[in-house]
């Protein structure tokens, strides 16, 4: 009976990689509102030079600060047409990579083996660019040929704003703030007060009289207003009990963890902002492939044994058995199957293994005159009598060893 090709919907890719394509267009979104700002406020800048050019005796100076302003304009303008070539260049390369998925039909189409490869190439990079390994995923997208199809100037930028909160450093990502301000006022996002707060408790650290003044003044500026009433009141209660506090929540705003807070806060806003998947989406389709494969026995406490090895040590066809994957399976679900492949009479040797019962006499009958002395039979009744020969370790086995079994 030959095996019937798996159809292959292309949509479930789609709705798996969907951040593939979603992800460049927010930066291309991003973009645009950086060239509006640009032209905002140097036109500005310019119709005041061009005013007082008018009104003065002396034009030359105000003139030549519009021209100079117009040069910082063109060659902030050619970085942003530099920057969306290339977004677009991406996103071309993606739409083309998950069009060529309805060229296809099932997956043992050899074109979907080589769609396959590519996938799992930029699956590993976006995995390296997590992780901080930028070099080692340039290297890899560029021997691969998917640098256009993984996100390597975004996780850069990512990671440079989070190093520099590890490192107590708030400008780079307060600048951020500002060049993201109507994202971030949209979500809703605390980061900006945050980090203010951060400023704030900084100051006061020292306990110096000069930096308290400076704090006051600080928090004055940025931490009267918020939708949580209680986080002013907490500031100034920070003014009051000091560095030294024991009392909560007073003594985690001082502590050093803080800076991983922000760093995480961060990370989270980035994402939502530019739509980067929080889970890594390698390990989301390494957990959905060990989830349609594991079966309650695969981390049986009395597994089964295959000749003299048990089954966790690689000698079954399972892979979740497979001493690699075994430990990876361990915490995932098991997989909702709304239907059953399992032949409808299943009978089970003594070694455990399952068979079909048609499948098995068909081996038997395959084999026969092979092994002497050990024929089998079944009676009028359907009782197995003589020799059954398991297909894979070629052991013999009385017929009357054998157990029929119910799926349950």
Known sequence: ????????????????????????????????????????????????????????????????????????????????????????????????????????????????EEWAKVRLNRLVVDY??????????????????VTDMVDIAAYEECHKIETSLENRNTKECLAWCADN?????????DLEYEL????????????????????????????????????PYHASGLLAVGPNSVMEPYCSYFSPDRWRHLSALFLRNYQQLISLPRQSPLHCALSAGLSALKT??????????????PATYGTSVCPICSEELNYLALKVPYAHHSQSNIETDPVMLPN??????????????????????KQFKVSADGELEGWFVDPIDKEAYLGREIQ???VT
């Open 1 to 112: 009976m030959s095996e019937v090709p798996v159809k292959l919907d292309p949509t479930s890719h789609l709705l798996v990689d969907q951040n593939l394509i979603k992800v460049p267009l927010e930066l291309l979104r991003k973009n645009y509102k950086s060239v509006q700002r640009a032209f905002e406020n140097q036109r500005e800048q310019i119709q005041s030079s061009l005013k007082s050019a008018s009104s003065t005796s002396d034009p030359v100076s105000p003139i030549g600060n519009a021209v100079n302003r117009l040069e910082i304009l063109k060659r902030k303008l050619e970085t942003l047409r530099q920057d969306e070539e290339n977004l677009q260049r991406q996103l071309r390369t993606r739409v083309q990579h998950m069009q060529q998925l309805y060229t296809m039909h099932s997956f043992s189409d050899v074109k979907y």
């Open 128 to 145: 390296l660019l997590r992780c901080g390994y930028s070099n080692t995923a340039k290297e890899l997208a560029e021997a691969t040929g």
């Open 181 to 189: 301000k109507s994202s971030l006022k949209k979500i809703e996002s």
């Open 196 to 231: 203010r707060l951060q400023q704030f408790i900084e100051l006061i650290r020292p306990q110096d009289p000069q930096k308290i003044m400076e704090a006051t003044t600080h928090a004055r500026k940025y931490l009267s207003q918020h939708a949580d009433p209680s986080l």
């Open 296 to 309: 309650p026995s695969c981390h049986s406490e009395h597994p089964a044994t295959w000749g003299d090895r």
């Open 352 to 373: 455990g293994r399952v068979y079909g019962m048609e499948r098995l006499l068909r081996f038997q009958e395959m084999r026969t005159g092979d092994q002497s002395g």
């Open 404 to 406: 029929k079994v119910f």
